[in-house]
């Protein structure tokens, strides 16, 4: 071996590492940047908030600025009201939408399985979900009053929607491959649905709770504005009543950030039941 070949080795190694530490460097920072994308327009718009605030841009009676909307925030959270309220708003939620998605389960079930019970149902669902959470008030107030039921009811109603429709779109696209393959093992009815369409449909559904729960909190805010005494949808009403907008500004980031985490949640799963979907149900 001839004298310049070590240290030709040798530097030809430092490069393979250098450009491994720069690829590994830059990897990190591209995953930073995912991270923080997101927070980008948020804190944008607190800083022109607070910006506006300061600067005399938007009256105090109006916009009241972030460090008061914080103070009243923690004022409610020693208080024990934030928790009351939050606690109340999510057991109705969770009640309402609970009953709206395995009712929506139930029903896109039915239709995905009968091509005749579509026919006729289908298109009187479809258009009886055309009116809005708000146009059935008058009428259930009539048959159930103000109380719990009625949000409940609307709640649901709101839920059922999104997982009707996905669940019916799940069943309904199951792979032919293997539905063939399932008529040719002689497989019945029930067997088809549990081996084949139920797995195939498990994305679809996932994205249909995603969506339903999406849709019964923007029931829940709606109903308590409306008709409720309790709740965040009633601390919002509350503060617009005495024109403290502190407390409705501190109870809409409420609202907004348990959406937030529960769709993040919610998405997340929906990703991984679609990492962990076998490649033969992906067509």
Avoid at 32 to 41: K, R, T
Wanted: aromatic fraction near 8%; proline fraction near 6%.
């Amino acid at each position: 071996m001839s004298e310049t070949a070590i240290p030709v080795a040798t530097a030809a190694g430092g490069d393979a590492r250098s450009q491994h530490k720069a690829r590994r460097t830059g990897e990190r920072l591209r995953s930073v940047a995912w991270l923080l994308a997101p927070w980008l327009l948020p804190a944008a718009l607190l800083a022109l908030w607070t910006i506006g605030c300061e600067r005399g841009w938007i009256a105090p009676q109006i916009l009241p600025p972030p460090a008061r909307v914080y103070e009243t925030f923690m004022e409610l959270a020693h208080s024990g009201d934030l928790v009351r309220h939050t606690l109340i708003s999510l057991q109705r939620v969770v009640v309402g939408f609970g009953i709206g998605t395995m009712g929506g389960f139930a029903i896109g079930a039915a239709l995905g399985l009968s091509r005749t019970l579509e026919a006729y149902v289908l298109p009187g669902f479809n258009a009886l979900v055309q009116i809005p959470v708000l146009g059935w008030l008058p009428f259930l107030l009539l048959l159930v009053g103000v109380g719990e039921p009625l949000k409940y009811i609307l709640i649901a109603h709101a839920a059922l929607v999104p997982a009707t429709l996905s669940t019916l779109q799940g069943f309904r696209q199951s792979p032919h491959s293997l539905e063939e393959v399932a008529r040719g093992y002689g497989y019945s009815e029930w067997q088809r649905i549990v081996y084949v369409v139920l797995p195939a449909a498990v994305p679809t559904l996932a994205t249909g709770v995603r969506l339903a729960f999406t849709k019964a909190w923007l029931a829940l805010v709606v109903v308590e504005l409306v008709a409720s005494s309790e709740g965040l949808g009633y601390l919002i009403v509350y503060g617009r009543q005495l024109f403290q907008l502190d407390l409705v500004m501190a109870s809409v980031v409420v609202v907004g950030a348990i959406g937030l985490v529960v769709n993040r949640l919610l998405d997340s799963l929906e990703a991984r039941l679609r990492r962990g979907q076998p490649s033969a149900f992906r067509e």
